[in-house]
């Protein structure tokens, strides 16, 4: 949707809660930020607010809380309750997909720019690609074969 849309323009300056939503507010997206990171390493962008607030959604109705709000105020304030629930809020915001080519771009990267590189490297030192190739897929306790691939 453009912003020259018909539908966009009266919803341009509004906002969530201007919906009926209510929003969690920064501080309580920073605590989650902070949870994520300590307990996964994963950083949250500021834009992910709101995905952060969809996600937890269901486990604020889950448990009869009005919105994520309380969600987030219940595992602050409750020790054994965010023990308990750690594991199905990180399972909640994290992106279960383990699947490795799930990015095609990644590869199409390494085919059309790092490995021509690597290519062009190996040439000027008198050596082939697989040779290249062949010596870190050695030294790797659990080599991909990503040549294979591309």
């Known amino acids: 949707m453009t912003e020259d849309s018909v539908f966009y323009k009266p919803f341009q ?25 300590k307990e996964t390493g994963i950083f949250l962008a500021d834009h992910k607010k709101i995905m952060v607030q969809s996600r937890l959604n269901g486990r604020a109705k889950h448990f009869g809380l ?13 020790h054994g309750f965010f023990n308990s629930e750690l594991t199905e809020l990180i399972n909640r915001i994290t992106t279960n997909k383990t699947d490795f080519f799930r990015e095609n771009h990644h590869f199409e ?42």
């Open 66 to 78: 009005k919105n994520v709000s309380e969600y987030i105020g219940k595992l602050r304030a409750d």
């Open 13 to 37: 300056n509004m906002t969530e809660s201007q919906f009926g939503i209510t929003t969690i507010s920064d501080e309580e997206f920073q605590f989650v930020k902070s949870l994520m990171y």
């Open 109 to 150: 990267f390494l085919r059309d720019t790092f490995f021509p590189s690597i290519e062009e490297k190996a040439a000027k030192n008198g050596k082939k690609f697989s040779e290249f190739g062949l010596a870190r897929v050695q030294r790797e306790k659990n080599p991909i074969r990503l040549q294979l691939h591309v």
